[in-house]
């Protein structure tokens, strides 16, 4: 009794002894942990490994696609805001007014499948040939300080936006499974002056 007593005590003295840290090497970090856009907590994050062994030029496709998706998702998010307190004033397709068009993911269901098909063609010739391109009016001149802190301000915009635009489309899209599961009549509430 008395040594089972004993070695309790010894395991639980165990627990509050001092633990030595493991030595980070330097060959575990990404060669990607200082460009732009790695931002405290996370550090560096890619829990999928995508930049493992990777060249400096894919790395650079890879960012340049987070940056396009960051804009897509932050005009998505300026258009389900926008839907929800003006509509066009005119005809969507023949005999269907933009005011009758429902919001969000509603809108597919309603929108003529030839009409589908030709917003799917644009976006495909825009993103594939560079149609609408790389416009010189506009462009602001700024130091390089001051050019790396917009890049990071973009950079973080975006990615809320990309968390922004799925919180929107899984609350849309179980409204459609169950409407009012939310009690809400519209996706924006608590500013009156818009409905």
Same mark, same amino acid.
């Given at each position: 009794?008395?040594?089972?007593?004993?070695?309790?005590?010894?395991?639980?003295?165990?627990?509050?002894?001092?633990?030595?840290?493991?030595?980070?090497?330097?060959?575990?970090?990404?060669?990607?942990?200082?460009?732009?856009?790695?931002?405290?907590?996370?550090?560096?994050?890619?829990?999928?490994?995508?930049?493992?062994?990777?060249?400096? +030029?894919?790395?650079?496709?890879?960012? &340049?696609? #987070? !940056?396009? =998706? %960051? /804009?897509? $998702?932050?005009? @998505?998010?300026?258009?389900?805001?926008?839907?929800?307190?003006?509509?066009?004033?005119?005809?969507?397709?023949?005999?269907?007014?933009?005011?009758?068009?429902?919001?969000?993911?509603?809108?597919?269901?309603?929108?003529?499948?030839?009409?589908?098909?030709?917003?799917?063609?644009?976006?495909?010739?825009?993103?594939?040939?560079?149609?609408?391109?790389?416009?010189?009016?506009?462009?602001?001149?700024?130091?390089? +300080?001051?050019?790396?802190?917009?890049? &990071?301000? #973009? !950079?973080? =915009? %975006? /990615?809320? $936006?990309?968390? @922004?635009?799925?919180?929107?489309?899984?609350?849309?899209?179980?409204?459609?499974?169950?409407?009012?599961?939310?009690?809400?009549?519209?996706?924006?509430?608590?500013?009156?002056?818009?409905?």
């Amino acid at each position: 009794m008395k040594l089972l007593l004993a070695a309790t005590l010894a395991a639980s003295a165990a627990a509050f002894a001092p633990v030595t840290k493991p030595v980070s090497s330097s060959a575990l970090k990404s060669a990607y942990e200082e460009e732009l856009g790695v931002i405290a907590p996370t550090g560096f994050w890619d829990p999928a490994k995508l930049s493992s062994g990777i060249p400096q +030029e894919k790395f650079d496709e890879y960012r &340049l696609a #987070e !940056l396009k =998706h %960051g /804009r897509v $998702a932050q005009l @998505a998010v300026v258009g389900y805001v926008v839907q929800e307190i003006y509509r066009f004033p005119f005809d969507i397709a023949p005999g269907l007014p933009c005011s009758e068009v429902p919001n969000g993911f509603a809108a597919l269901l309603t929108i003529p499948p030839l009409g589908l098909i030709q917003i799917i063609m644009l976006i495909a010739a825009v993103d594939t040939k560079g149609f609408l391109g790389d416009f010189e009016y506009g462009k602001l001149d700024l130091d390089p +300080e001051e050019y790396e802190k917009r890049m &990071l301000q #973009e !950079l973080q =915009h %975006g /990615r809320l $936006a990309m968390i @922004a635009t799925l919180e929107l489309f899984r609350h849309d899209t179980q409204n459609l499974v169950s409407p009012g599961f939310d009690g809400m009549d519209n996706l924006i509430t608590g500013l009156p002056f818009l409905y």
